[in-house]
C-alpha cells in the first residue's frame, strides 16, 4: 500500500542529491565555490522534484503539504554543506587522491553525521504535513516518532562505519591491488 509511495520518494532524494553533487562538479570545473545563487537554484529544483512527487502520490493513503517554511532552512543547511564536501571529495578525484587523504576519519564522520542529522530533522519537519485517514491517522504521530529514531540511529551508524571503511587499511589495500 504505502510501499511504491516510498520507493518513489527515494528515487526523488535520490534525484535531488544527483543534482546536488552534479553542480558541484560543474562549479568546481568553473573553478568557483557555491555561492547563495547556487543553493537558491538547487532549492528551486528541489521545489519542482518535490511537484512532480506529489504529483504522482495522488491518490495514496496519505495526503502530503510540505512546510517549505520550516524545512528550506534545513535544506539550505544541508545543501551548502553537502556542496562543500561533494566539492572536497571530486576536487580530490580530480588530482588522483585518495579518499582517505582529503581528510580525517573523525572529521569525515562529523561531516556525514552532520548531513544525516539535517536530513532526519527535515524528513521530521515534513512530518508535520502528513494527512492521513482512518487507521493510519491514529499512528501518524507515533510513525513520525519511531522514523526520528530510527533515522538518527542510523545516521550515527552510517556516518561512523562509512568514515571507518574509507580509513581501513584492508580498504585501501584492496584498492590498490
Given at each position: 500500500?504505502?510501499?511504491?509511495?516510498?520507493?518513489?520518494?527515494?528515487?526523488?532524494?535520490?534525484?535531488?542529491?544527483?543534482?546536488?553533487?552534479?553542480?558541484?562538479?560543474?562549479?568546481?570545473?568553473?573553478?568557483?565555490?557555491?555561492?547563495?545563487?547556487?543553493?537558491?537554484?538547487?532549492?528551486?529544483?528541489?521545489?519542482?522534484?518535490?511537484?512532480?512527487?506529489?504529483?504522482?502520490?495522488?491518490?495514496?493513503p496519505v495526503q502530503l503539504?510540505?512546510?517549505?517554511a520550516r524545512i528550506e532552512?534545513?535544506?539550505?543547511?544541508?545543501?551548502?554543506?553537502?556542496?562543500?564536501?561533494?566539492?572536497?571529495?571530486?576536487?580530490?578525484?580530480?588530482?588522483?587522491?585518495?579518499?582517505?587523504?582529503?581528510?580525517?576519519?573523525?572529521?569525515?564522520?562529523?561531516?556525514?553525521?552532520?548531513?544525516?542529522?539535517?536530513?532526519?530533522?527535515?524528513?521530521?519537519?515534513?512530518?508535520?504535513?502528513?494527512?492521513?485517514?482512518?487507521?493510519?491517522?491514529?499512528?501518524?504521530?507515533?510513525?513520525?516518532?519511531?522514523?526520528?529514531e530510527i533515522m538518527s540511529?542510523?545516521?550515527?551508524?552510517?556516518?561512523?562505519?562509512?568514515?571507518?571503511?574509507?580509513?581501513?587499511?584492508?580498504?585501501?589495500?584492496?584498492?590498490?591491488?
Amino acid at each position: 500500500m504505502l510501499e511504491p509511495l516510498l520507493a518513489a520518494n527515494v528515487a526523488k532524494e535520490i534525484r535531488k542529491d544527483a543534482q546536488a553533487i552534479d553542480c558541484a562538479a560543474s562549479l568546481l570545473a568553473a573553478g568557483r565555490v557555491p555561492e547563495d545563487e547556487d543553493t537558491s537554484r538547487l532549492l528551486a529544483r528541489a521545489r519542482e522534484i518535490d511537484g512532480e512527487f506529489l504529483a504522482s502520490a495522488r491518490g495514496a493513503p496519505v495526503q502530503l503539504d510540505i512546510p517549505y517554511a520550516r524545512i528550506e532552512p534545513l535544506r539550505r543547511k544541508r545543501l551548502v554543506r553537502g556542496l562543500d564536501l561533494a566539492q572536497r571529495v571530486l576536487a580530490g578525484w580530480r588530482g588522483r587522491r585518495r579518499m582517505r587523504d582529503l581528510m580525517p576519519a573523525d572529521a569525515l564522520e562529523r561531516r556525514l553525521r552532520e548531513l544525516f542529522q539535517l536530513y532526519c530533522e527535515e524528513t521530521a519537519a515534513l512530518a508535520g504535513g502528513v494527512r492521513t485517514t482512518g487507521a493510519l491517522a491514529t499512528l501518524r504521530g507515533r510513525a513520525a516518532r519511531a522514523l526520528l529514531e530510527i533515522m538518527s540511529a542510523e545516521a550515527e551508524r552510517l556516518s561512523r562505519d562509512a568514515a571507518r571503511a574509507v580509513h581501513r587499511p584492508r580498504f585501501a589495500a584492496h584498492k590498490r591491488a
